[in-house]
């Protein structure tokens, strides 16, 4: 049977491991498991089998494969993909030269290379369409799997710039699949973060190992992944632009439902934060927990309406920030991540680069320094916590906000003078493939929020985190059907509102401080979002 390559379906690709079958399993079952639930390719890949007993194994794969109407692909073994007359092979940097590959298997079978770099899709665009028919991405993420490998993990950024190189060398007919340490607490961040910078293309599939051939109920673990592959919104591919912005009607109602339904807000953050957040959540009708225990992150998410901030000013472990957004992520509650101090030393741009690739945030908020960093429109070290002392004009800011919040498809709040809001997470149900939206960092909605300077709010401490407990606390009180950019943008307008009335009533720093959590109080039980002093313009 020859497969047509446009037809072939990469959306969730087994490749095979016998040495991690669970008991009473079987090479067979496993696969069979997988093809009746949703797999859509299938790759052998038995390192450690000699040659004959691979061919058999390869046979007897063939027949199930056949069955469901499903390609057959041949780890590195191109002789053995003759022998069985199997549907391709995937071959590595280290195996066969591509060109050699095609000369012996011929134009019509399914050819996959290993890449994990941009060079390497520039050789691929050179060789042109007729030699590699697909990519296995990767590795994204640390996997006990693929012994020795030889890079470390790229994470989803590592995979857009693989994307972005396959739209820069125009290899438009090469399909690609993400590869590596997948596991549904991280496919849906994969799927809809992993999409080239111009919005044209996404990865059109996931490909894995273990958790399908280690699983003891592989059907179980098949039908997750499928309906998980299924489900996950991608972003710019096939998508429509939400048109719509935050406007003083759809604010009340945002604060109606987070009056109504009280959020949890965790906060995992710096000691000097804590107490003033936590009065800061009570203020707006939420509940605050400080928590940093790692073993109860999981029962936390699972409360109504809970919501994390994750302010990395704390000193709590990789590990448990870790557990925190794979907890938030696994339930679809969001967490806002507020990257204190980014770049100020290598340890916390370490720390804030592996979050960043860990995790999905809903909301993504920095200073003006950090934003411009995280956007690379300014890579000098940051001085200290506190935003570079530099003028930014506002036209380079807003664009930084919504760099950041394509590339991490989340709402960036940039905050200082002004602040600037992008939103990066329309909804929009779109299929893997290769998208024709096109949509760019440029055309996301974007407004900035005028209030004139409180000087006074730079004189106390937490003034910024605090922000972060009120965005929490918005977008944890949101109703499923809740808009997420309404909901941080009314955080920034009610608070930078509050820190002004405040400023007005209070003696100095000290008194400040009380009076900004009154204000917060009074603003958010009044609920009026038209009387507020601090207004948002669009900036498109
Ligand atoms: C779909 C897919 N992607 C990547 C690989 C890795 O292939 P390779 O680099 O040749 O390493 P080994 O699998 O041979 O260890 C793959 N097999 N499949
Ligand atoms: C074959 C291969 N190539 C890169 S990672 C990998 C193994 C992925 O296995 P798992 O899905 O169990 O992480
Ligand atoms: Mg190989």
């Known amino acids: 049977m020859v497969f ?9 690709y087994l490749v095979t491991d016998s040495t991690m079958l669970p008991p009473g399993t079987t090479l067979y079952s496993q696969v069979e498991a997988g093809l009746k639930n949703g797999v859509t390719l299938v790759q052998i890949r038995e390192k450690d089998t000699e040659t004959g007993s691979f061919i058999e194994e390869a046979l007897d794969v063939q027949k199930i494969c056949k069955k469901y109407n499903v390609p057959l692909i041949i780890n590195d073994r191109i002789d053995v993909a003759m022998a069985i007359d199997a549907d391709g092979v995937h071959v590595g940097q280290q195996d066969m030269p591509i060109p050699m590959v095609r000369k012996l298997l011929g134009p019509s079978k399914i050819i996959g290379w290993s890449v994990g770099k941009p060079s390497e899709v520039e050789t691929l665009a050179k060789w042109g369409p007729d030699m590699v028919d697909y990519i296995g991405v990767g590795t994204l993420f640390p996997t006990l799997t693929k ?3 030889k890079k470390s993990p790229m994470g989803p950024q590592g995979a857009i710039a693989v994307l972005d190189a396959l739209e820069e060398y125009k290899a438009s007919w090469c399909r690609t699949v993400g590869i590596g340490g997948l596991h549904p607490d991280n496919i849906q961040r994969v799927i809809s973060q992993c999409v080239a910078t111009n919005g044209k293309r996404s990865l059109d599939g996931i490909s894995l190992v273990s958790d399908i051939m280690a699983a003891p109920d592989a059907c179980a673990a098949t039908v997750r992944l499928r309906e998980m592959i299924d489900r996950t919104k991608y972003q710019f591919v096939d998508c429509e632009l939400n048109e719509s912005f935050p406007t003083a009607v759809s604010i009340k109602s945002v604060i109606s439902q987070v009056s109504s339904n009280r959020p949890l807000v965790q906060h995992v953050t710096n000691k000097v934060h804590q107490n003033f957040g936590a009065n800061v959540t009570l203020a707006l009708g939420s509940s605050p927990i400080m ?3 790692q073993s109860e992150v999981s029962e936390l998410a699972r409360i109504p309406n809970a919501s994390l901030l994750l302010n990395t000013g704390s000193v709590a472990p990789i590990e448990m920030l870790k ?12 967490i806002t991540f507020d990257p204190v101090g ?3 030393t290598e340890t916390r741009l370490c720390l804030n680069n592996n979050l960043l690739t860990y995790g999905q945030f809903a909301c993504i908020k920095g200073n003006s320094s950090e934003i411009l960093f995280l956007a690379k429109l300014n890579n000098d070290k940051m001085k200290g916590v506190d935003a570079g002392s530099g ?6 800011l807003a664009r930084a906000t919504q760099i950041v919040a394509f590339k991490y498809k989340t709402i960036a709040v940039c905050t200082g003078e002004h602040d600037f809001i992008a939103d990066g997470t329309f909804g929009g149900e779109c299929k893997l493939s290769s998208g024709t939206a096109g949509v760019t960092a440029e055309g996301l ?6 209030n004139g300077s409180i000087p006074i709010m730079g004189d106390i401490t937490a003034s910024g985190c605090s922000l972060g407990s009120t965005i929490a606390s918005f977008v944890g009180g949101l109703d499923p059907t809740g808009n997420l950019f309404d909901a941080v943008v009314g955080a920034v307008l009610l608070y930078k509102t509050a820190g002004k009335l405040a400023s007005t009533r209070c003696q100095g720093s000290g008194s400040f401080h009380v009076q900004l959590i009154d204000a917060l109080y009074q603003l958010f039980h009044e ?9 948002l313009k669009k900036f498109n």
């Open 445 to 450: 909605p974007c407004v900035m929020i005028e």
């Open 147 to 149: 012994k020795n490998p």
């Open 391 to 396: 003028k930014n004009d506002d036209a380079l």
């Open 527 to 535: 609920n009026k979002p038209e009387k507020w002093s601090a207004s």
């Open 342 to 344: 980014y770049s100020a």
């Open 4 to 12: 047509a390559k446009e037809d072939v379906n990469y959306s969730l």
């Open 291 to 293: 928590s940093e225990i």
């Open 323 to 334: 557990a925190a957004i794979n907890a938030y992520n696994e339930v679809n509650r969001p």
